[in-house]
């Protein structure tokens, strides 16, 4: 097994303790000074600084993996082009046909799959530190990840429980119901 540069972290300790710590203590701070603002009533200046630049701020990973990367944009820039538009087509026909209600609904479901990788996707960066790869755990780790988001979802389908995940109140419907 290779031993890390960084003694186990994926950039450096102090790095590391801010990008997955500091969004803890933002989301801390966040709900301590909105906790008596209901969630309809949040302004439209706390909104865009709390929804665009903490709760996406994993984009901006994304964002400079991909197309700030040189290398990636190189081998996949066909992808780049066609993904965004692609998804909007998608999304307005799903919307237009099937009507906004089924949209917000896929939407979240995507969400909560989107959610479910995430602890993944981090798993699988520090395992490739330390120079792990074992295809039979690779797959553990995909389908525990996955088990822990799927779990409480469907708990949540069961008939007669309250709708306790907020994803599906705006106008959405679960795709199904459980029995108790």
């Not at 990008?19 to 969630?39: E, H, K, L, S, Y």
């Not at 197309?67 to 692609?86: C, K, Q």
Request: net charge negative; glycine share 8%.
């Amino acid at each position: 097994t290779k031993r890390p540069t960084h003694g186990g972290c994926i950039v450096s300790p102090a790095v590391d303790i801010l990008c997955f710590g500091g969004p803890i203590v933002a989301a801390v701070i966040v709900m301590q000074a909105t906790r008596d603002v209901p969630n309809h009533d949040i302004p439209l200046h706390w909104w865009i600084p709390l929804g665009v630049v903490i709760d996406v701020a994993h984009v901006w990973g994304t964002i400079y993996r991909t197309v700030l990367d040189s290398e990636a944009t190189t081998r996949n820039w066909a992808l780049y082009i066609v993904a965004g538009p692609g998804l909007l087509l998608v999304t307005l026909f799903v919307n237009l046909v099937f009507g906004t209600q089924v949209g917000w609904t896929l939407l979240a479901y995507y969400a909560i799959y989107h959610f479910a990788k995430q602890p993944f996707g981090i798993l699988c960066l520090y395992k490739a530190r330390f120079g792990e790869y074992c295809p039979v755990e690779h797959q553990w780790d995909y389908w525990t990840c996955i088990a822990g988001a799927a779990i409480p979802t469907l708990l949540s389908h069961v008939v007669g429980q309250k709708d306790s995940l907020d994803w599906f109140s705006m106008d959405g419907i679960f795709l199904f119901r459980l029995p108790v």
